[in-house]
């Protein structure tokens, strides 16, 4: 049984609506420090605006609307904006403004054979996930039955 866990480092920081709380799966977690520790190295501080959700009913004024076997139902997406030398860089950055090191993390996060959502057909430039979804769809599925009928989801 791979586990939701309550995420945390002190190298990331989080948008105040997910009241310090940031569930993921425990293997996307261990994904997700390594984007972080070479987020730092090029001077990049990862926003995060959403991990596990239980369903998208409550998503208002979402960017992409959300795919019927999301990653994010399994823990295993993050959407997040970069901080880098005092700028914010929203969705529509993430998209078309992106500074060299971010095109460089982007880039060192799909060699780790994740996929960022800027190259997908609707572009969702803020989503990161490990692409569970595609490589593994028995293995989403058995985590979306046991993540949304547990009483921890």
């Known amino acids: 049984m791979t586990s939701l866990l309550l995420y945390s480092n002190p190298k990331i920081k989080l948008n105040p609506s997910l009241n310090g709380s940031l569930l993921l799966n425990s293997d996307f977690a261990d994904e997700l420090d390594l984007l972080v520790e070479e987020a730092e190295k090029l001077g990049i501080t990862l926003y995060i605006n959403s991990g596990f959700r ?11 609307p959300p795919a019927k076997m999301s990653n994010h139902f399994v823990g295993c997406a993050i959407d997040c904006n970069m901080i880098q030398k005092g700028v914010f860089y929203n969705s529509e950055m993430m998209a078309t403004e992106k500074s060299d090191e971010i095109i460089l993390l ?23 996930d490990n692409g569970l979804n595609v490589k593994n769809p028995d293995k989403w599925n058995e985590l979306y039955l046991e993540y949304h009928t547990s009483q921890m989801a």
């Not at 239980?54 to 992409?64: C, P, R, T």
């Open 54 to 64: 239980k369903d998208s009913s409550h998503l208002q004024g979402a960017i992409v």
């Open 106 to 128: 982007i880039k060192k996060w799909q060699e780790m054979g994740n996929r960022w959502g800027g190259h997908f057909a609707t572009i969702d430039s803020v989503h990161f």
